[in-house]
């Protein structure tokens, strides 16, 4: 072009690379700003080969994998409190923080994930349907408690038939009992407080939270929230799908990276 020295051009080639990196700084301090309290918390279900396409699967080796990765890789494996502490703004969240959670309650849990988890020392969340506990393919009473005396494991409700709370047929009195009344059995069977609790699904209303809230939770679980719900909501804890694709050491510390969680909130 007439008049552009080659000089003038690695200049503006310049200013443009480093407006750029100026951009990319910021959006990295941002984020980092933004979620620094956001537990990357992970969401199994069954810890089997997958039979049922209905039910999400986790084969035990890959499982066995992914644990065997937080381990070595020293991450900060948390309990429900610490993830209510950290998103309260009442601790600072170390960096490689990560929580993990189970739904349904399965015994394939105690069977394949319970000594994966043993064998690392890595504390983890399971979410009972009480209707279910002792059915076939179901964790009994002597799991349950088993689990819950290690202290390894936190039992949490997961409520009492798996109901779809946003559906016109869970009515104000069900919901109760559904929240409430989980609460209750597991409290009487296991001898002690049961303090969280896991939407089915990840369905849940402005009604579901008041209710778990009186009910006496301390935080709810769910998957996708709305985006009414704060990204720091202790009564709408995002998580994160776990599935046997993600054993590359590389997806999966993208997945548990707390970044995930914040760009896929803006998604």
């Not at 990295?28 to 199994?44: D, G, T």
């Not at 002792?134 to 038939?161: D, F, P, Q, V």
């Amino acid at each position: 072009m007439k008049g552009w020295s080659v000089r003038n051009v690695k200049k503006i080639l310049l200013l443009g690379a480093s407006a750029l990196c100026a951009v990319l700084i910021a959006l990295v301090f941002y984020v980092e700003l933004r979620s620094a309290s956001v537990v990357p918390v992970l969401m199994y279900h069954s810890f089997q080969v997958a039979e049922d396409k209905m039910v999400p699967c986790v084969s035990p080796k890959i499982f066995a994998s992914q644990m065997e990765f937080l381990a070595k890789n020293h991450y900060n494996v948390v309990g429900p409190d610490k993830i209510v502490a950290y998103m309260t703004g009442k601790e600072k969240m170390p960096a490689k923080t990560v929580a993990i959670t189970a739904d349904d309650g399965y015994y394939n849990f105690y069977l394949n994930a319970y000594p994966v988890l043993k064998k690392y020392n890595l504390p983890a969340i399971i979410f009972i349907i009480t209707d279910k506990i002792g059915s076939k393919g179901y964790l009994g009473w002597k799991e349950l408690r088993e689990m819950s005396a290690s202290n390894l494991i936190t039992i949490g409700s997961h409520t009492r038939s798996h109901p779809w709370i946003p559906s016109a047929s869970v009515d104000e009195e069900k919901l109760w009992d559904e929240l409430a009344g989980s609460k209750k059995i597991l409290e009487e069977g296991l001898g002690r407080r049961v303090d969280f609790v896991c939407y089915p699904n990840g369905g849940f209303n402005d009604l579901a939270k008041e209710m778990a809230k009186k009910a006496g939770y301390k935080g709810a679980f769910t998957t996708n929230p709305s985006k009414k719900s704060g990204i720091n909501d202790i009564y709408a804890i995002r998580r994160i799908k776990m599935s046997s694709s993600s054993v590359n050491p590389a997806t999966l510390w993208g997945k548990i990276s707390r970044y995930y969680a914040w760009f896929k909130e803006r998604r």
